[in-house]
Nanobody, 121 residues
Framework: QGQLVESGGGSVQAGGSLRLSCTTS????????IGWFRQAPGKEREGVAT???VALASVRGRFTSSIDVAKNTLYLQMNSLKPEDTAMYYC???????????????????WGQGTQVTVSS
């Protein structure tokens, strides 16, 4: 199995931006669907975006997902952040390179350690 390492979280004020990065083991994108989840305290984990599509309606138009295969890195660009975006953000991988929406947590078998995003009003 491969590994996923997130970075780029932090604290910002509402309206600000952050870019999260997920560095994967070499060429994981060829065998896995890689995406982003988030989990706020007391809430269920929810799928945010796959490497090529935003899955969560509440962030559509504000978040963008992309991948740099040469760097084995997945990005989540988050703009116009809101306090309700506050959560631990995780990078995760599901077996099979084809990604599907909605993103089912149970399909994802490899998880990063997470990176905290805190948005203050």
């Amino acid at each position: 199995q491969g590994q996923l390492v997130e970075s780029g979280g932090g604290s910002v004020q509402a309206g600000g931006s952050l870019r999260l990065s997920c560095t994967t083991s070499a060429n994981m994108y060829q065998d896995y669907c890689i995406g982003w989840f988030r989990q706020a305290p007391g809430k269920e984990r929810e799928g945010v975006a796959t490497y090529n599509a935003v899955a969560l309606a509440s962030v559509r138009g504000r978040f963008t997902s992309s991948i740099d295969v040469a760097k084995n890195t997945l990005y989540l660009q988050m703009n116009s952040l809101k306090p309700e975006d506050t959560a631990m953000y995780y990078c995760a991988a599901a077996v099979g390179a084809g990604c599907s929406i909605p993103m089912r947590v149970s399909r994802y078998i490899i998880w990063g350690q997470g990176t905290q995003v805190t948005v203050s009003s």
